[in-house]
């Protein structure tokens, strides 16, 4: 190649661009249609993520318009204007030829790239809010190589006609099957051969640069379309020298032969690149598409393992999804890709993209239980709901996990990957649930007469276990890999027995027991001092019921050699949301890193390590017992200066009466443990006693006793096997509230943002008991997605005067109401107290006043409340167009403002090279004179 020949072609051809105001036209049209597809579409406002995501899905079809617009001149032009003899005189091959027109044909799309890039960004920075600069030029690097193989495609369609108009067509139409496949779905009715044109997409292809991700599979892929789009532009050039000769149709044969085996293999090398995930790297600053360590070891190991089948992954999105699950979907799709790409073709992902009401979703619903969920919505200030795919399928041979939805506070790289290894696990890990009065895996209730539905704890533990009922009506086999019992001490005593020998066996045992449950489980499952209820359900209440005896919780409490007074509740002043007071009291016992404690959350223990919120509600305490030899490990701990003790039933007069509550004073010197994990042998004997237990108060002659001196305490080991149990005094914190709570995230307009972690907490105790602590980091890792923070203030005041407003107005209509009733009571006093009047005819002046006053205040309450809402919904509709207006604002802008540097630059360009043209020029030969500016009159 001659450089020196590349080189002038290509400073001809970009300079000539530039050199023409038409140029700057086709740059300003090109960034106005990229702020209209960024910022223009009702889903970016609605959405609140500063990213590209609209105009990634546009950029395509933008490109189907510029692109040809930059390349129909590229040989068309040359051939019009007779010059492309003089360029194939030159002292060059046809190789310098090609690759001097084409990079002065890249050069000028990248500076108006660069045009867009900039006017993009300044709006972000100075209307919007601050993007992820990674995810930002990674998208703009998808467009450039986008471009270049665009180019190139428009280049060969330049190459066939010497006509402009006919070069533009041409260009578009060669270009047509890279954009539109990107949505075959809207022609192609067939899933399955949908999915496989759209994987060949340039929308497909470049959907790793569009979240942040640089791919070299991306990369070759349109590399490999510039390389063989230029190979066809020179066999064009070239074919001068064969064609009208003897072999001109062999040459040709042979030269599309070449092109076809070229194009075959580019295929091959981005399937390659793309199953063997080579070359990725996260470009955002937010690492919104790195998989955690952890994610990634485990899926390596599950791709070389050869035992294991692939992996298919089936999920079903809907195309667009409200503001509030945008993120979540991003998400979704980002880890679906990236586990892909790193798995060599282990998991096989499929992406579905479905209507509500299409075939798709009726296979989706019969195969997979997969429904669409109604999700309410804001749309520009008004509620509304719309039906929503968001689940996925795994399948592993017979195997089958399936998430129905990923709701927006559940965790998607943790579901995910749980999903995947567990339909890979040959054989999975299994939860024995303790059968107790708390009734997890519902069924029928004797009690109430009627069906339990099984708990949310049970749902979550059955996505990654093999979860079973165990029976302790007779001795508990020890084939289990943790056991999970709630509220123990409603067990029979034979019942309890079998529990404890189970515990002493060595099975890992979680033990929930709560002194005075208050949620959900109050309506089965009585406190651990109370006497268990009558069975026999309603027909208890005639007599036909005895209450079932409890076994002796002790035994347990030795066992472990703790103490646990089953009569003893912990509170603790401390709110970690300042305005929820009418939601919590000081008896919704927060553990919280910020809660003054030295260590709430033990950071050597994998369960609580790296916790900042769990709650639980009317909770107990345990505590080593003096003299046991186990290891006690507290999990979660209270502030000591700021919590205290009280009983039960001084908790149950609380709450009949908030000012009953009498609770004991701050200890200031000992905090509350309410979590603990104990391990180690135990005794071969109990050695402590049940008083011991619960009181703690030996004297050290018995711990003399209890530890002789000597060798003989060394004779003889413990022969029973060590145990390993975690003892939480609170089966509150297990309810279906706190699942949902977790699934639905952060709500707009909730009136308390919930923080607490108290799934993530009771999945850890079971993971760590059962040994499987491949899911416990990967729990805990959240994705910060950068959001319009300007546009969020830009509200924030409107929204918050809106607020203040109504409240104002709701008080003072209460105040007139609250008035009203006050002039009611003294017109009835006034009558009572009239002298002169009998006790009966004071009582009928009474009635009929009572009457009439009644009358007039329920007409002016119904008025001043229609006229409450009236204003509220006033307020609301205002703020409503007041949030309208700012994005309408921010939206003009976008698109009024980057066009004006093209613009500017045009004109520029335009009067220079008016002024270059009249330069030398003579006066008289000019159109209008200069100085005098009147008309020239030609001479005959």
């Known amino acids: 190649m001659n450089w020196t020949i590349i080189h002038a072609i290509f400073r001809r051809d970009f300079v000539s661009y530039f050199s023409n105001p038409t140029g700057y036209v086709f740059i300003c049209v090109f960034v106005m249609l990229s702020s209209l597809a960024a910022f223009w579409p009702p889903e970016f406002f609605a959405n609140n993520l500063a990213n590209l995501d609209q105009l990634s899905t546009w950029m395509p079809f933008i490109l189907l318009v510029f692109v040809p617009a930059i ?26 030829v090609v690759l001097g027109k084409y990079l002065a044909a890249v050069a000028i799309f990248t500076v108006a790239l660069l045009f867009s890039m900039v006017s993009v960004l300044l709006v972000f920075l100075y209307g919007l809010g601050e993007p992820d600069l990674g995810l930002y030029v990674g998208a703009y690097l998808g467009y450039w190589f986008v471009g270049l193989a665009m180019l190139s495609i428009g280049m060969v369609a330049s190459f066939l006609t010497s006509n402009l108009t006919v070069g533009f067509i041409l260009g578009m139409l060669f270009n047509a099957p890279l954009a539109i496949a990107g949505v075959a779905d809207w022609v192609v009715k067939d899933p399955a051969m949908a999915q496989a044109v759209r994987r060949w997409s340039a929308l497909e292809q470049f959907a790793d640069f569009q979240r942040g991700v640089f791919t070299l599979s991306g990369a070759v892929y349109f590399l490999s379309i510039a390389a063989v789009m230029l190979y066809v532009s020179m066999i064009l050039i070239g074919r001068r020298h064969w064609t009208g000769g003897a072999d001109g149709a062999s040459r040709g044969g042979h030269f599309l032969t070449r092109v076809v085996a070229l194009l075959l293999v580019a295929g091959a090398a981005n399937y390659a690149l793309s199953n063997l995930g080579w070359g990725r790297a996260d470009l955002s600053v937010e690492q919104l598409n790195s998989l955690s360590p952890k994610t990634k070891e485990m899926v390596r190991k599950l791709a070389d393992d050869k035992d294991v ?21 991003r998400d979704l799709l980002a880890t679906l890709r990236e586990l892909q790409s790193i798995s060599g073709g282990k ?11 299409s075939e798709e979703a009726t296979y989706a619903e019969r195969n997979f239980g997969i429904e669409a969920r109604d999700v309410e919505t804001t749309q520009r200030g008004a509620r509304t709901r719309e039906e929503v795919f968001l689940g996925a399928a795994f399948e592993c041979g017979l195997d089958k996990v399936v998430i129905p939805f990923f709701d927006r506070g559940i965790p998607v790289e943790y579901e995910v990957v749980r999903s ?6 040959q054989k999975r890990k299994r939860v024995g649930v303790v059968k107790t009065a708390a009734s997890l895996l519902g069924g029928f209730n004797m009690q109430s007469m009627g069906q339990n539905e099984e708990s949310q704890l049970v749902t979550e533990l059955k996505k990654q276990y093999d979860v079973v009922e165990v029976d302790p009506a007779g001795p508990i086999a020890d084939d289990y890999d943790v056991l999970l019992a709630v509220q123990p001490s409603s067990l029979r005593p034979e019942q309890l027995d079998n529990f404890v020998a189970a515990v002493k066996a060595g099975i890992p045992t979680a033990i929930f027991e709560d002194p005075y449950p208050v949620t959900d ?35 347990l409490w030795r066992l472990l050699g703790v103490r646990f007074d089953g009569q003893q509740l912990v509170w603790q002043e401390y709110n970690p949301y300042p305005g929820a007071e009418a939601f919590t009291t000081p008896d919704w016992v927060y553990v919280d890193q910020d809660n003054g404690a030295e260590e709430p959350f033990n950071p050597a223990n994998m369960i609580s390590n790296g916790m900042k ?27 000591e200066a700021r919590s205290g003790v009280m009983s039960y039933q001084e908790a149950e007069m609380a709450a009949r009466s908030p000012n009953m509550a009498r609770r004991s004073p701050p200890t200031r010197t000992t905090s509350y443990v309410i979590a603990a994990e104990i391990s180690g042998k135990p005794p071969e004997e109990d050695s402590l006693s049940a008083d011991e237990v619960n009181t703690g108060e030996l004297s050290e002659e018995d711990l003399k006793e209890e530890k002789p001196a000597g060798a003989d305490s060394k004779e003889k080991e413990p022969a029973t096997p060590p145990i390993k149990a975690v003892v939480v005094a609170d089966i509150d914190c297990l309810s279906n509230i706190f699942f949902m709570i977790r699934a639905l995230g952060d709500q707009e307009g909730s009136p308390v943002d919930w923080r607490f972690q108290n799934t993530t907490f009771v999945l850890n105790i079971l993971d760590s008991l059962a040994n499987d602590e491949r899911f416990v980091d990967i729990r805990k890792r959240t994705r910060e997605h950068r959001t319009l923070t300007l546009i969020e203030d830009a509200t924030y005041e409107a929204r918050k005067e809106a607020l203040t407003e109504r409240s104002e107005f709701s008080k003072e209509a209460e105040e007139q109401i609250e008035l009203a009733q006050q002039k009611f009571r003294e017109a009835i006093d006034e009558i009572r107290n009239r002298p002169g009047l009998s006790a009966q005819q004071k009582a009928v002046l009474v009635d009929q006043e009572q009457a009439r006053r009644q009358r007039m205040l329920d007409v002016e309450t119904n008025r001043l409340r229609q006229s409450a809402q009236r204003k509220t919904r006033q307020i609301e509709r205002d703020l409503t167009a007041e949030v309208r207006g700012v994005q309408d ?18 004109a520029i360009v335009f009067f220079h090279r008016r002024q270059a043209e009249q330069e030398g020029v003579a006066k008289e030969r000019l159109r209008f004179h200069t100085a005098e500016q009147e008309p020239v009159v030609k001479k005959d």
């Open 613 to 639: 919120q769990v709650l639980f509600l009317f909770a107990g305490s345990v505590a080593p017992a003096p003299g046991s030899k186990l290891d006690f490990q507290p999990l979660a701990v209270t502030n």
């Open 71 to 96: 390349t129909m001149s590229t040989w068309a032009e040359e051939r019009r204007q007779g010059t492309d003899e003089l360029l194939l005189t030159l002292p060059s091959t046809d190789v310098d």
């Open 420 to 425: 995947i290894a567990t339909v890979a696990q």
């Open 889 to 906: 604002f921010f939206k003009f802008t976008a698109v009024i403002l980057p066009p004006i540097l093209p613009i500017l630059l045009a």
């Open 309 to 329: 089948r692939p992996i298919r992954v089936t999920a079903y999105v809907s195309p667009q999804v409200p503001s509030e699950l945008a993120a979540q979907k």
């Open 347 to 357: 998991v096989q992902v499929d992406v579905n993209q479905i209507e509500t009401f």
């Open 521 to 555: 489980f109050a309506a089965t499952t009585v406190g651990t001092a109370q006497d268990n209820r009558p069975a026999g359900g309603p027909m208890a209440m005639f007599g036909g019921g005895q209450a079932e005896p409890k076994g002796d919780i002790s035994q």
